[in-house]
């Protein structure tokens, strides 16, 4: 069928519209609307919103018979930016683009049923409206998942609301939408697992050491002999025979505590110049996201000179701040300037970007530092280049990133890699009392969480603050449900908790869960996690000669633990003793142990014995 030229359309009286201009492109009476604040990490695409949409009768939502259910969707949707429901912001960009592809399907949806306005939509009609795009399958195949799914109730009721005051778009009160579980919240967006994320960060901040050196090394003499050799005249082709020759003596550092170079030599192609170059930029990458949390639009945006050097609070010392711009939560199009506290591996990531970067900011004549090449090999003369597509990235990270540190599976899968990962797993280890299992990167960590407390700091990122309060006590939570419901518990203080707890054995239900609620609401309870068990902290009976704000972590050790009248654990914990049980009876078959050492192993071992039989025995007696 062909497509009819759309008619101009006008916004009815009624509809809050102060002028007809919608954006700086754009006219209310547009059939294609081109919003503003184009962010980083999108491309301009993705912000136009096209209302000549097919409908299942295979007219277009622009043919004459549905203008009034246009406008009134052209209000609705305009509406939200200009006139919000009550205790809302002004729609965003990116707010109206979600808004607009939910729309679309409804409306395509009640077109196929004879509706010609949004009144038609009845109560039922909603929950049937509801139950059919709960089983449409989402971009993996699988059914939508709950947030998704939260989008078209969200529409309904946006719907419902606004219709107080623009009448053309009034629907009757939809059913609520059920609260969707903890599990499911949990699902979504999740972080990387520690198995996956201390390996990915430890090998992305190996790549920017001495290896970045080297591959910016190779990439500016590969790049100087290619610009050499079309600068003579010869073809593309012939110019990459010429780097071939230029870079066939170059040789990778070997680095300490190692026998080989970091990687093999000679390079036989521009390709594989580029192939490191953009591993490098990749690395860059998670460095920052995992290590600052930073969102994708975020990291896009940084530009040569975003470091920053800032005393402390006391002005003891000098941290050094990452400088950009957050968009996201923000009113402004332009975003709000924001430091983030940055820790040395980030600090010499953008020094490598900078220098990796500088190339294609010359030619380019932009600032920012994740510039990319739309072509692969070198930058030939006609090169384009901008910001890569989220999408890019995402690939890059799963695929080429993936292969080149080896990054293991999960559970004997590949682990699926997001850039919004990087933020949630940053606010999950910031978050983290205890980060014993994060042996690589407490370093890092703990100086952000260190300057992220000290009192210079102003952080205006309010939702990482939120979202690393919320992992806090997520795993809080979690730990104290495991303790009042595990039938196996060992330490002083799990035996305590053992002959108390009502719940000894019980399923995680809505009576241990309101009781959870409780003690975190109104006791002063304070629970630490760690890899070996729990700590029911108090101050006075502290084992580790811990303060007022919690357990000593130079003298918190397994050993100190377990005699602690605070310790508490689980049968989760059971195969940390076990293994630290193994290692030291393996320690004591050595012939060559000295008698001190050999009593130390013996101690290791019987605390291992005491620890693992009062599992046992609280199993065994539960
Ligand atoms: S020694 Fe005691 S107070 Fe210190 S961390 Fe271990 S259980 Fe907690």
Partial sequence: MSRPAARPTSPPASVPVRAERVTTRSLWSDTTWHLDGLRPSRRAYQYTLDWSFQLPDESYFTDPQWSDWLHAAKAFLWSLRTDPPEGRFAAHETTLIAVFKALRILIRWMAGRGCRCFSDLSREAAAEFIAEVAQRPGNSGKTLAPATLAGYHNLLWLLYIQGSRLPQVAIEEPYRAPRRGRKAVRGWRPYTPDEIAVPLVSAAVRLVGTPADDIIALATRAQAAYDEALGRGVSPTKAGFAVVSAIAGFRFSTLPGEVQPWHAAPVTSTKQVRHLADRLYDACFVIVAYLIGARLSEILE????????????????????????????????????????APAPVVRAIAVMEQLSAPLRRRSGRQELWLVLDSTGLAGPAARIGLPHGFTIVGRLNQAFARFIGLPPYRGKPWHLTPHQGRKTFARFVGKRDRSGLHALQMHLGHVTRVMTDRGYVGTDFVLDELIDRNAREETRHALEELLTATALGGKAGRTIAERSRFRGRTRDGAVQAYVDFLMKETDLRLGVCDWGYCVYKQE?????????????????????????????????RPVWEARRARNVELLGQPHLDPESRLLVQQRIAECDGVLGQLDATTHGA
């Avoid at 005393?311 to 923000?330: H, M, N, W």
């Fill in 302 to 341: 940084l530009q040569v000179g975003c470091i920053e050097q800032q005393p402390s609070g006391d002005g003891s010392e000098q941290f050094a701040y990452l400088v950009g711009r957050i968009f996201k939560t923000v009113r402004a199009r332009e975003g709000k300037p924001h430091r983030w506290v």
């Fill in 541 to 573: 009976t502290s084992a580790c000669a811990g303060d007022e704000k919690g357990p000593n972590p130079l003298l918190r050790t397994q050993s100190v633990c377990a005699g602690c009248s605070n310790f508490a654990v689980t049968d989760k914990h």
